[in-house]
């Protein structure tokens, strides 16, 4: 079975061929979709829509834990999560790549962990993305001519409404970048022993830059940045070394009380 796993839109499909679509059963429901497993250049990939098949599961109502059961059931040890965001600065423009290396927490309501008891743990989340991937994606971006960040600061807010004007000022004193669905994806991956890296692709400014988000402008962007996106798993998928020496899994090993 495939050891890396992408969590994303419908774009992925015109870089990634299915060949077989397997439902899991999970103990916390079911999945947005079926995982469909296939190949990037060579590379056996397990892929879920993030939103459902159709685009009909909202940020906020995305069951999480059964995404992420489901990819490690089927052996996947290493998550590309792809996410449209908005910008919270001015040099970081829509139509750029941001291979994100921090977070912050914003949601409100969501199901945080595989651990409520009565197994305790406490895992570590000082650098929550993968180097070893982060590494990859950072040189195949660049060596492809999209402008990309290497550094950036994802705040998750719950959605699924935008920011108000106040709360765009506000993290833009925190943050780079702003996104519905990072989080808890990548959390629930931490506990699981698995490497996570995020592709980030920005389509708007937010709203502190006076113009409202458009929802029909974000989605026209994100089409636009689906290519990039598509080149970028193309080019980078097979640079993956298979061997993990990025100490991820490690976390395990104090986690647990």
């Known amino acids: 079975m495939p050891k890396i796993g992408i969590i994303g839109g419908s774009g992925v499909y015109g870089v990634f061929d299915p060949k077989e679509s397997i439902k899991v059963h999970t103990p916390y429901g079911r999945p947005s979709a079926p995982v469909e497993i296939g190949e990037i250049n060579g ?41 449209a965001v908005g910008s919270l600065r001015e040099e970081y423009k829509p139509g750029d790549i941001v291979i994100t290396d921090q977070f912050i927490d914003f949601t409100k309501k969501r199901e945080y962990t595989f651990y409520n008891g009565p197994r305790v743990a406490h895992f570590s989340m000082a650098d929550p993305f993968c180097p070893e991937m982060r590494k990859v994606f950072i040189e195949t971006s660049k060596g492809l001519g999209y402008d990309t960040h290497e550094k950036g ?39 699981l022993g698995m490497c996570y ?61």
């Not at 990819?71 to 996947?76: I, P, R």
Request: aromatic share 8%; glycine share 4%.
């Open 43 to 83: 590379v056996e990939i397990a892929f879920l829509p993030r939103h459902g098949k159709t685009h009909d599961i909202p940020p906020h109502e995305v069951n999480y834990r059964a995404n992420i059961w489901a990819l490690h059931e089927l052996g996947v040890e290493r998550v590309i999560g792809i996410t």
């Open 153 to 191: 600061t994802y705040v998750c807010i719950e959605g699924p409404r935008f920011s108000t004007r106040a709360e765009s000022m506000m993290f833009r004193s925190y943050a780079h970048i702003i996104g519905m669905t990072l989080v808890p994806e990548i959390v629930l991956a931490r506990e």
């Open 197 to 257: 890296v995020n592709i980030a692709a920005i389509t708007d400014y937010d709203v502190w830059a006076e113009k409202p988000v458009d929802a029909q402008e974000v989605v026209r962007v994100m089409k636009e940045n689906e290519e990039k996106i598509r080149k970028i798993l193309q080019e980078g998928v097979p640079k993956i070394p298979e061997e993990r020496k990025c100490g991820c899994a490690d976390v395990l090993k104090t986690a647990f009380v």
